[in-house]
């Protein structure tokens, strides 16, 4: 006859109540997913020091090591820079004296300043604060190294699968969807999620247009002089 292992011990009730409080306990971490492909819509709005305000829109395309962040004021303005992580590569499409170009920056340069908000912490949380591009949002007081604080509304069902994604929010366990600051030429920055959908993103999107010029960041700044 066939022998079986004995089980080591019955679950008991405090057994059953532990393990239960503990799945329970962990669920959100469990929940929490990379945003790795998709695409992330805030509005924004900008504020100068001479109270003009300049409206516009943020546009996030993800797919796995590549990130597509396109800038698009009411002033005119557009930036798009385009980023792949594997590859340790960034370009900034911009458009000068009417002929495009495809600026190429130093990985290492959006690393170094990210590096001032690094090991961020979150005080001061409020759970399902109000609804935001469809998620119920938590607000948090983000708590840099140096004392400065910003408030911001996130959701933790997500958060970025590369931390270059945001520069504020490095390493973030959680997805931004609404942040304010201000910025080093006293610009007030505002931004809120409006829309946010995994999707199949073509490789396209990531790729330099061929109407596009590559050059270094150095002989760009001599064109602009």
């Not at 930036?79 to 960034?90: K, P, S």
């Not at 959908?197 to 790729?207: C, K, L």
């Amino acid at each position: 006859m066939a022998s079986y292992p004995k089980l080591f011990f019955m679950p008991t009730h405090r057994h059953l109540l532990f393990f239960i409080l503990l799945l329970a306990g962990s669920g959100r971490a469990f929940g929490q997913k990379p945003f790795a492909e998709g695409t992330i819509v805030y509005k924004v709005k900008l504020v100068t020091p001479g109270q003009k305000d300049i409206v516009g829109s943020y546009i996030f395309e993800i797919k796995g090591t590549q990130v597509k962040k396109e800038l698009k004021l009411s002033n005119g303005y557009q930036d798009v820079v385009l980023i792949n992580c594997t590859a340790g590569t960034v370009y900034s499409l911009q458009t000068s004296n009417n002929r495009k170009y495809a600026i190429q920056l130093k990985m290492d340069n959006l690393v170094q300043r990210q590096d001032a908000f690094a090991h961020f912490n979150v005080k001061n949380e409020v759970l399902n604060v109000k609804n935001i591009a469809g998620f119920a949002s938590c607000k948090g007081d983000v708590v840099y190294r140096d004392g400065t604080q910003a408030e911001t509304y996130y959701t933790k069902d997500w958060y970025p699968a590369q931390s270059i994604t945001y520069e504020r929010y490095p390493d973030a366990k959680f997805l931004p969807l609404y942040f304010f600051y201000k910025d080093e030429q006293g610009i007030s920055m505002e931004f809120e999620a409006k829309k946010i959908e995994p999707m199949p993103i073509p490789d396209a999107v990531f790729r330099i247009p061929s109407d596009y010029k590559m050059i270094s960041y150095e002989e760009y700044k001599q064109l602009s002089k």
